[in-house]
């Protein structure tokens, strides 16, 4: 969205899966950091992108998504936008590239996403609430959500 | 780990009193090299929140190839008594009844020769592998329905995949009782109606083998002869169901009057509306992951008709097909218990099991013991157990100098990801030898063969 906000993400060690940590200095950058996490992931494989642009699914092609999804409280919200992102990569084959709009409202989010279609490994078996937190401490927010890969 | 003492040559346990919220002890079954490798990240923090769970009896119980995971660590046995002991579909897994079968095909590595790089390269291409590649079967609502309700005999009755002779060598001939595919939701039919028949990605592959040492004359195995392992599991389909249960029992829990150390045990009273509802929708995806598993070994059976002809694929024989993520309501003693196994293998008297070492290492095919059934509800181990991340593992290794390394040892490498070969490079794995070890001494196992890989297909 490029507002300037900042934010960043890591991928902590974890023996059997992946673990997101993400850092930033707004709540809605943590969701767009959350976005990117996710791209790379799906997306930094050179082979698949090579394939992709072989057309081995589909063309390259941009395209938005729209995601509205609803949880109890911000750090499920966040489980829930990053299962509705590993839902479509692998349903559809939509790989996100940028957070285009973002509306969260208590125990709802609404998001548009723009990305292309592609052939993306589906790797996310699924988001965990295993340590999964998102709260602010300090006027930094902080995100924590384990992935099943 | 405070707490943690030595109860036998190759047992150990954390006392139920280490903690105010366990209701039974941890038990861990390891050497003293394995539990150094276990104490080196949260699984037995991890095994004590099993402890905490409403309904378990006797322990939470650790296998040697356990590790961290999410929830319950991989490589747990959890018993709860019904029927008011909970039910956890993190106690299961996303990935409902991964697990492995094992084809004996009816030539020898010699008599197989220089036509096993065709072989893997066939099967590369009838098994779609990698992530979520479509397959060539196409399912429709209906037909999904048999396969949920019916397991791989849907596919054997109305697709002509798969014999008779195979139901009868699959753990509960492939089909749980009661499963209700009105329990599975559309998202997870959307996820997993196009995935019948493929691999998936991670740490899924088929494996072409032979067989370098039989311990013991079992299962009509023979030296030297050509064995396919598949291991594999529900697809997306149970990856969603899971996803769907976590998320409606957890925001049960208070109604339950449920309190967990971690969110992601969720669960409810097996019992209860919810409980019931998951063990109908699991058992739906254990049966796809069980017909997941026979289209899969068709298409290897296809591969064999083409490289070895139609009298070898007619003799290719199914030895077993074993879950290692599934819970199952089962009679122990007097008591009837919901046994989670998670990243942990059922293990009968007399029954096979099969325990895949890391890429590129042996595996190993091992038999049921009675020590199983009176110390850990018929359980033991899954695999060798991840001992370093995904990322160490790919800091270490670039997958092409990984593939490199496996064809100089005569291993013909098939894979769609560098990435995801690197990943599962050898080194990320505990040592399986030392594992099936640790399950022999404690009288849960006893090993029948050991087999070499000569070629393998990795999703």
Request: glycine letters at 10%; a negative charge; proline letters at 4%.
């Amino acid at each position: 969205m490029g507002d300037g906000r900042h934010a960043r993400f890591r991928w902590a060690e974890h023996t059997g899966e992946l673990e997101l940590e993400i850092e930033a200095d707004a709540e809605e950058a943590v969701y767009e950091a959350a976005l990117s996490a996710m791209s790379e992931l799906i997306d930094d494989d050179p082979e698949t992108r090579a394939r992709t642009r072989e057309g081995a699914r589909a063309p390259v092609d941009a395209t938005v998504r729209d995601i509205a999804v609803e949880a109890p409280d911000r750090a499920r919200l966040l489980a829930e936008l990053l299962g509705e992102l590993a839902f479509l990569a692998e349903t559809e084959g939509f790989v996100p590239e940028e957070l285009e709009r973002l509306a969260v409202d208590g125990q709802r989010l609404d998001a548009t996403v723009r990305g292309r279609l592609g052939d993306p490994p589906h790797l996310v078996k699924a988001v965990t609430y295993h340590r999964l937190a998102f709260d602010a401490d300090d006027g930094r927010w902080r995100a924590t959500v384990v992935l099943d890969v | 780990m405070a707490g943690l003492r030595r109860v036998g040559e190759v047992v150990w346990q954390i006392d139920a009193g280490a903690r105010a919220d366990m209701r039974v002890p941890a038990r861990i079954f390891a050497d003293d090299r394995l539990i150094d490798a276990i104490r080196q990240d949260d699984a037995l923090e991890q095994l004590q929140n099993v402890a905490t769970l409403p309904g378990i009896v006797e322990a939470a119980m650790a296998m040697p190839d356990v590790h961290q995971g999410y929830g319950f660590p991989v490589g747990t046995v959890a018993a709860t008594e019904l029927p008011d002991g909970v039910v956890s579909p993190g106690g299961v897994g996303y990935d409902i009844n991964c697990g492995v079968r094992l084809l004996a095909l009816p030539v020898t590595r010699s008599e197989l020769g220089a036509r096993k790089e065709r072989l893997v390269h066939e099967i590369s291409r009838r098994v779609p592998a990698g992530t979520g590649r479509d397959s060539r079967l196409s399912l429709s609502g209906r037909e999904l329905d048999r396969v949920l309700v019916d397991g791989p005999r849907a596919l054997v009755e109305h697709h002509r995949i798969g014999t008779e002779d195979d139901l009868e060598h699959t753990e509960s001939h492939g089909r749980i009782e009661g499963a209700d595919p009105a329990q599975v939701s559309d998202r997870a039919r959307q996820r997993g109606a196009p995935q019948l028949g493929t691999m998936g990605s991670g740490n899924h592959f088929v494996e072409v083998q032979h067989v370098h040492r039989l311990l013991a004359p079992r299962f009509d195995l023979r030296e030297d002869q050509v064995t396919v392992l598949i291991h594999s599991g529900s697809r997306g389909l149970g990856h969603q169901v899971c996803t769907d249960f976590v998320k409606r029992m957890d925001a049960r829990l208070d109604e339950h009057g449920i309190t967990l150390p971690d969110r992601q045990l969720s669960c409810a009273p097996a019992s209860s509306p919810d409980g019931r509802a998951y063990l109908a929708a699991m058992a739906a995806a254990a049966n796809f992951a069980w017909a997941n598993r026979q289209a899969i070994a068709h298409g290897v059976r296809q591969a064999v008709r083409t490289v070895l002809g139609d009298g070898a694929a007619r003799a290719t024989r199914q030895v077993y097909d074993v879950a290692h993520n599934v819970a199952k309501v089962e009679r122990h003693g007097d008591r009837e218990l919901c046994v989670h196994r998670k990243g942990a293998t059922r293990a009968f008297p007399g029954q096979a099991v099969f325990i895949p070492g890391s890429m590129g290492t042996c595996s190993f095919v091992l038999e049921g013991r009675r020590g199983a059934i009176d110390q850990t509800f018929g359980t033991v181990c899954h695999g060798a157990g991840r001992a370093m991340s995904r990322a160490g593992a790919r800091k270490r290794v670039q997958g092409a100098e990984l593939r490199r390394t496996l064809e100089a040892q005569g291993i013909t490498v098939r894979s769609p990801s560098s990435r995801g070969l690197a990943e599962e490079a050898p080194f990320a794995y505990k040592d399986v030898e030392n594992v099936v070890d640790v399950v022999t001494r404690a009288g849960l196992a006893a090993p029948v063969a050991e087999l070499r890989p000569i070629g393998v297909v990795k999703g």
